[in-house]
Each structure stands twice: as C-alpha cells, then as structure tokens.
C-alpha cells in the first residue's frame, strides 16, 4: 500500500487501486505521492484525477501532510507562478504523471502524465520544478527549453538517484491502451536541468510497459510490473545497475 498505518482517521486511507481519500472527502486516482525519509517528514500528494459529481475532471493541487503528534493534518500548498512561462505559469491538471524529491529534499521534480485522457501532455507542459526548501514561498519553475526531452508519454515510473537525477523508464505514449508501450530510459540532471538517454545498455530488457513501479537503491533501479501489449498484467522484476547499465531479470512473483 502507499500509506503506513497510522493510528488516526485523518491520515489518507486508500480505498482502491490508485484511489486515495483524503480528508476532505475528494477521491483521486493516478495520483503521485512521496514522503521525505522517516515520518516525521514532511510527504507531497501532488495532481490527480477526480470523479465526483462536484469536482470531475483533473486537478493540480499540491497536498501536504504535516504530522503534529500522532495524528496527520493535510495542507495545501499554492507555489507562486513561473512568470516566464506562459499559460498561467503552472502545471496544467494531470493525472498519471510522476513525482520526485531532490537536491536534499528542497526541490519536487514533476514529470508527465495527461489531461485529456490517453493523450500526453507536449514538451511545454510536461517538465517542471517547484521549490520547496522552506526560506521563502514555493514556486514553479518550467524545464520548457531544454535542447532534448523524452518521448511525451503517460503511466511512466521515475526514482531518484543520488540526490541529483530522476531515472524515467516506459510509459506509453498511444492514445489507446494497446499501442506505442514503452521501455525506454533516460535521466533528468537537476543540477543542469537538462534530459539523457540511457543508451548502449547491456542485460536483458523489461519489456515494454506502463503503469509499472520503479525505485532506486544505493546504485541500482528496481523495476516491477505493470502493464504491456503482449502479455498483459506483468508481475515481473528487473534490476539495472547504473554505473555499468546493465540490466538483470531478478524473477517473477507468484
């Protein structure tokens, strides 16, 4: 599950596959969410869709949990616009996007997904990062101008490594659930804010996927099921050491 059990009611409950209720009643689905290293930290629930009756469509709210005691108060946080970017200087409503933590935990890294549905979002709108170091108002900033960018694409996994880059693997990129899946790699630098593909890597490579799960730890990426053209619900793993790029099919659950 996303959340570890906390003993209080106004700690987010998930109430079904990607399906989070906060506790202000508004359900989401395809939402990305993180936490800081212990618990005490604070985490982020970043974008989603909504289906009830009063608020269906996306939305682009940042949530913020802060623990006081034992028990979880969420807050919203509204960063200050990119005013060198145009249409409004935020992140336009998405689902199915992915999020991160760097540079020491002051800096949410926001990365694809859609808001019309199947459809990825353009080079425009699909990279940002939003400050979040705590000395000042949060603010957007739009990653719009770089010289390269990923293939647009939804339903990605992205993790973090060390500190500096995000590691984005897969998606697809079709507006129909069997066509253009993906297993592609590329990292984000932070530092530079610039996009690399991953290439000449060696191993044995997932196939294909999206709606999969990815995570780093210490020098190697971690990738598990998903979804794919071919074979359906996947409930396989692989592992890709990043100092030789070197993928290693680690088995399939049961």
Sequence with gaps: ????KMPTTTFPTLCCQRHI????????CSTSFLRKNGLNDRSYLLRSYTTSAT???ALNAIDRPTPPGNNIKWTKLVPDADRNHGNGGIPCTRSSHGLSLVQSNTMLFLYGGETVARTPL?????TWMCDIDGSHNSQWKSISTSSLFPPPRVAHAQATYNDRYVYVFGGRAG?????KGMNDLWNFDSNSESW???????????EPRS????????ESLYVFGGCSVSNGRLAD????DIPTKTWYEMGRSQ
């Design 237 to 240: 793993l692989y592992k890709f």
């Design 21 to 28: 209720r906060l506790s202000s009643s508004t359900v989401r």
């Design 55 to 57: 608020t269906k469509g």
């Design 211 to 218: 709606f999969h799960q990815m995570i780093c730890i210490d």
């Design 1 to 4: 599950t996303i959340y570890p």
């Design 196 to 206: 690399m593909e991953v290439t000449d890597m060696n191993g044995t490579l997932p």
């Design 122 to 126: 353009d080079n425009d709108q699909s």
């Design 175 to 179: 507006i129909h659930m069997d066509e």
